[in-house]
T-cell receptor, first 111, second 115 residues
Framework: GIQVEQSPPDLILQEGANSTLRCNFS?????LQWFHQNPWGQLINLFY???GTKQNGRLSATTVATERYSLLYISSSQTTDSGVYFC?????????????FGGGTRLMVKP | EAGVTQFPSHSVIEKGQTVTLRCDPI?????LYWYRRVMGKEIKFLLH????????ESGMPNNRFLAERTGGTYSTLKVQPAELEDSGVYFC?????????????FGPGTRLTVL
């Protein structure tokens, strides 16, 4: 199956700083989702982004499917951005549409 | 619009007992998925329903796990008998459409502890 690597595994930021999270995957994908897992464990949808660039407020994401990576940008970080960020592509070989999750990036934003 | 709901939020059982988890998908979503995260590991796919049919159950760990989706609405995941290594968080997700690559929305999860 598809392999997913996220970096960095841990990140500490001062409030107001910017950051870039990276997701590398080993095979062609039909879809890719980014999630934020909040302190209560809920997986919050951030982006559905098989290719191209999308923006939502202070967050944006870019997927370059041909080079097998996706980036999540967080600008002007806030303490509420803390949590774990997961990348989850859907490999095109998967007829069942399952998502394959990376190990996540644990982000802590300090006030 | 209500999101994906799961019940119970927490369950603590003894090894060898049976537990049944329930998931109610977003109304109108034909696709329903189960995933789980056991301690120290990544979130892993278990199975996928399209309406009441199992589309892909390649992630089910063994025959102690039984998933059903009668009538194509809510789904249950039964673990019988539970083992210590089954402890973790069980997530349910749903998406709209059949056979296409749609955005999946996740429930809050059920935290299962097997003692």
């Amino acid at each position: 199956g598809i392999q997913v690597e996220q970096s960095p595994p841990d990140l500490i930021l001062q409030e107001g700083a910017n950051s870039t999270l990276r997701c590398n995957f080993s095979d062609s994908v039909n879809n890719l989702q980014w999630f934020h897992q909040n302190p209560w464990g809920q997986l919050i949808n951030l982006f559905y982004i098989p290719s191209g660039t999308k923006q939502n407020g202070r967050l944006s994401a870019t997927t370059v499917a041909t080079e097998r990576y996706s980036l999540l940008y967080i600008s002007s970080s806030q303490t509420t951005d803390s949590g774990v960020y997961f990348c989850a592509p859907q490999g095109w070989r998967n007829a069942g549409n399952m998502l394959t999750f990376g190990g996540g990036t644990r982000l802590m934003v300090k006030p | 619009e209500a999101g994906v709901t799961q019940f119970p939020s927490h369950s603590v059982i003894e090894k060898g007992q049976t537990v049944t988890l329930r998931c109610d998908p977003i109304s109108g979503h034909d696709n329903l998925y189960w995933y789980r995260r056991v301690m120290g590991k990544e979130i892993k796919f278990l199975l996928h329903f399209v309406k009441e049919s199992k589309q892909d159950e390649s992630g089910m760990p063994n025959n102690r796990f039984l998933a059903e989706r009668t009538g194509g609405t809510y789904s249950t995941l039964k673990v019988q008998p539970a083992e210590l290594e089954d402890s973790g968080v069980y997530f349910c997700a749903s998406s709209y459409g059949r056979g296409t690559y749609n955005e999946q929305f996740f429930g809050p999860g059920t935290r299962l502890t097997v003692l």
